[in-house]
């Protein structure tokens, strides 16, 4: 059961900056106790290209998955964490099959 009334411990995104990449990296966040799920948000829109698919981080669930045709059409995922996680810094990576330096990043710590 989620904490209805502080049901995020922390959350952190941010824009992709640097050079491209077909490996995408969530900001870090810090979470605390030994109960906490993580839900991460990669998206992304190459506008010279044709858009990218992803591939989840391992020990993640693949929750929503766009895939789209043409250039300039946005892919997404979402993936949240097989169990609790522990306390201390984290971070997922997912990995596209083209490169990109424009992809936007998020990640949720949740706690019952």
């Known amino acids: 059961m989620l904490n209805s009334s502080t049901p995020i411990q922390v959350e952190n995104g941010a824009p992709e900056t640097g050079s491209a990449t077909k490996k995408h990296t969530t ?3 810090m979470t ?14 190459m506008l010279n ?3 990218s698919t992803w591939t989840p981080p391992s ?6 998955d766009t895939r789209a045709s043409g250039n300039g059409t ?14 201390g ?7 596209g099959t083209a490169s990109s330096a424009s992809a936007g990043l998020e990640i949720i710590a949740i706690q019952p």
Not at 74 to 87: D, F, Y
Not at 89 to 95: E, G, L, Q, V, Y
């Open 27 to 29: 900001p870090t966040t």
């Open 32 to 45: 605390t106790g030994s109960t906490t799920w993580l839900v991460s948000i990669f998206g992304d829109r």
């Open 49 to 51: 290209a044709p858009p």
């Open 59 to 64: 020990g993640a669930t693949d929750r929503v």
């Open 74 to 87: 946005p892919v997404s995922l979402a993936i949240n964490t097989q169990g609790p996680v522990t306390a």
């Open 89 to 95: 810094a984290k971070s997922h990576t997912a990995t």
